[in-house]
């Protein structure tokens, strides 16, 4: 049962236009998100999160919109670089129940295009 | 940055043999390291959570004999595969945390095993 889920295995996107990940989950219990991005042949690195108790939460080219209603949560990068051609996990943990792990989805591998 | 590395990146062995996996924070103390599993084209998933000095807790699902975590220091932690067979094969990621916050976990590059 996939708890996190990103449906779009991959994105294509203009250099300089805005690109915008996806992710939906299903636990109610979720209350803290995290965006990873992964290069080849290294582990995700930590990009941004988002508590539960927000809606938006902003890093420079990076910003986290989080519907807790619809239960999906978006990333968007402006302008996308041809640094960001990456795969990016959307990550999940309920940080109310003591828990230490994450729950990711498949992923979406973002290509930036010059 | 943090940083952890893992090792071996690459291994293969054959069936029935026992694999071990090290993960090691290189700058920072971890007191709390994670394994993942990722099959292709699926998501990470958490197989169990270890605490330098303690029993590791593993996720449901997991058979605790048969993935053996070690936490034997603060910068050290081993998952051996015990008697790996072919459906064993997959991408093991380690990860730890170098605070209590989520946003200091750091994950190693990963260990593709491959069980003939």
């Known amino acids: 049962d996939q708890q996190v889920k990103q449906n779009s295995p991959s994105l294509s996107v203009q250099e300089g236009r805005i690109s915008i990940l996806n992710c939906d989950y299903t636990?109610?219990?979720?209350?803290?998100f995290l965006w990873y991005k992964k290069y080849p042949a290294e582990g995700p690195t930590f990009l941004i999160s988002?508590?539960?108790?927000?809606d938006k939460n902003e890093d420079g080219r990076f910003t986290v919109f989080l519907n807790k209603s619809a239960k999906h949560l978006s990333l968007h990068i402006v302008p996308s670089q041809p640094g960001d051609s990456a795969v990016y996990f959307c990550?999940?943990?309920?940080?109310?129940?003591?828990?230490?792990?994450?729950?990711f989805g498949k992923g979406t591998h973002l290509i930036i295009q010059p | 940055g943090a940083v952890v590395s893992q090792h071996p990146s690459w291994v293969i062995c054959k069936s029935g043999t026992s694999v071990k996996i090290e993960c090691r924070s290189l700058?920072?103390?971890?007191?709390?390291m994670f394994w993942y599993r990722q099959f292709p084209k699926q998501s990470l998933m958490l197989m169990a959570t270890?605490?330098?000095?303690?029993?590791?807790?593993?996720e449901q699902g997991v058979e605790k004999d048969k993935f053996l975590i070690n936490h034997a220091s603060l910068t050290l932690s081993t998952l051996t595969v015990t008697s790996a067979h072919p459906e064993d094969s997959s991408f093991y990621i380690c990860?730890?945390?170098?605070?209590?916050?989520?946003?200091?976990?750091?994950f190693g590059p990963g260990t593709r095993l491959l069980v003939l």
């Open positions: 990860s730890a945390r170098a605070g209590t916050s989520m946003e200091t976990q750091y």
């Open positions: 636990n109610s219990m979720f209350d803290y």
């Open positions: 988002i508590s539960s108790i927000k």
């Open positions: 990550a999940a943990t309920y940080l109310g129940g003591g828990a230490d792990g994450l729950t």
């Open positions: 700058d920072f103390q971890a007191t709390t």
């Open positions: 270890s605490n330098e000095g303690s029993k590791a807790t593993y």
